[in-house]
């Protein structure tokens, strides 16, 4: 396989996970909506195969990019536009689009899904605050030892 198409075979890869990555975070949106849990944490391990898969494939994605600048005579930071350019294959501009606007679309999801975290976080230090307030005025701060006495 020439690097280009390694390139595009990557770059789909991606893609697919970013997919992924964004049904989790509708997902983890439902269940935190819905207070489950049990559901968050799970999504949330589910999430961080996605996320480790995700460094791989930009790992590898650089280093085929690397490899066809070098086999090229091209500088090593070149972008998907330029390798477009380069190769005159637009499904290169194609998948860099898909790829923003899945980035965009899980960078708002995240932020939205942060929000509901901080909100359910106030509620519960705010219900704990107010149960707190009754039990430390009814219940007596010190310990002693409760005899009994035979008749």
């Not at 380069?86 to 606007?101: A, K, P």
């Amino acid at each position: 396989m020439t690097s280009d198409k390694a390139i595009l075979s990557i770059l789909k890869e991606q893609i697919t996970a970013y997919k992924i990555l964004l049904d989790l975070l509708n997902r983890e949106k439902v269940s935190l909506v819905d207070i489950n849990a049990e559901k968050v944490e799970e999504i949330s391990k589910e999430k961080d195969t996605v996320v480790m898969r995700l460094r791989l494939l930009e790992e590898e994605r650089v280093r085929l990019i690397n490899k066809y600048a070098g086999d090229h005579g091209l500088p090593s930071n070149l972008n998907l536009e330029e390798i477009a350019n380069h190769t005159g294959d637009l499904t290169f501009s194609v998948l860099r689009s898909q790829m923003l606007s899945l980035l965009q679309s899980i960078e708002e999801m995240n932020k939205f899904n942060s929000i509901l975290i901080n909100r359910s976080l106030k509620y519960i230090r705010t219900t704990t605050n107010f149960f707190n307030s009754f039990t430390t005025q009814h219940i007596p701060q010190t310990t002693g030892v409760l005899l009994s006495k035979e008749t």
